[in-house]
T-cell receptor, first 108, second 114 residues
Framework: KNEVEQSPQNLTAQEGEFITINCSYSVGISALHWLQQHPGGGIVSLFMLSSGKKKHGRLIATINIQEKHSSLHITASHPRDSAVYICAVLEYGNKLVFGAGTILRVKS | DAGVTQSPTHLIKTRGQHVTLRCSPISGHKSVSWYQQVLGQGPQFIFQYYEKEERGRGNFPDRFSARQFPNYSSELNVNALLLGDSALYLC?????????????FGSGTRLTVV
């Protein structure tokens, strides 16, 4: 079993829909990152969380440390949100462990 | 202010050869980490350096090595290349170690081994 599990693996949405991507982890962590990767490979850091909830524009990230679970929400989705979304946890010892990613496609 | 820069962007090597990948962190960032991303998978941690010392190593063979220079730039070296080493190699920098500091990623070096 992977230390970081994401669901769904693939997600197709219609423009304007509310999107949720989930991340569960099995190890103790000091922080959790949500990352966005576009074709070509570049990774952009969206959020770093250690507790609670963060919001940036149409993106919201939440984390429940007790349940070892985090969610990334996208409100009013747009085709430009199409990308791979990756959850990564920072283990004690400064090692980043990544999920396999969720491929999101938003259709207009 | 420049972001994390990696060079080269693309590279084709033959099995058995050696490769050196380079990473320049954001100015002021003292920690650099390296990741391997095979097509269709999430990145895998290879190394982390802070203040020129290795502070973490992933589950990779000894063919993989790295170092960090006094200006905090870093090199990743891979010897005796195998076809399975074909991947996107990502570098990330952060101010220091610990959960307080976020990571900034470079655009990666795409290595193809033929």
């Amino acid at each position: 079993k992977n230390e970081v599990e994401q669901s769904p693996q693939n997600l197709t949405a219609q423009e304007g829909e509310f999107i949720t991507i989930n991340c569960s982890y099995s190890v103790g962590i000091s922080a959790l990152h949500w990352l966005q990767q576009h074709p070509g490979g570049g990774i952009v850091s969206l959020f770093m969380l250690s507790s609670g909830k963060k919001k940036h524009g149409r993106l919201i990230a939440t984390i429940n440390i007790q349940e070892k679970h985090s969610s990334l929400h996208i409100t009013a989705s747009h085709p430009r949100d199409s990308a791979v979304y990756i959850c990564a946890v920072l283990e004690y010892g400064n090692k980043l462990v990544f999920g396999a990613g969720t491929i999101l496609r938003v259709k207009s | 202010d420049a972001g994390v820069t990696q060079s080269p962007t693309h590279l084709i090597k033959t099995r058995g050869q050696h490769v050196t990948l380079r990473c320049s962190p954001i100015s002021g960032h003292k920690s650099v980490s390296w990741y391997q991303q095979v097509l269709g998978q999430g990145p895998q941690f290879i190394f982390q350096y802070y203040e020129k010392e290795e502070r973490g190593r992933g589950n990779f063979p000894d063919r993989f090595s790295a170092r960090q220079f006094p200006n905090y730039s870093s090199e990743l070296n891979v010897n005796a290349l195998l076809l399975g080493d074909s991947a996107l190699y990502l570098c990330a920098s952060s101010l220091a170690l610990g959960s307080t500091y976020g990571y900034t990623f470079g655009s990666g070096t795409r290595l193809t081994v033929v």
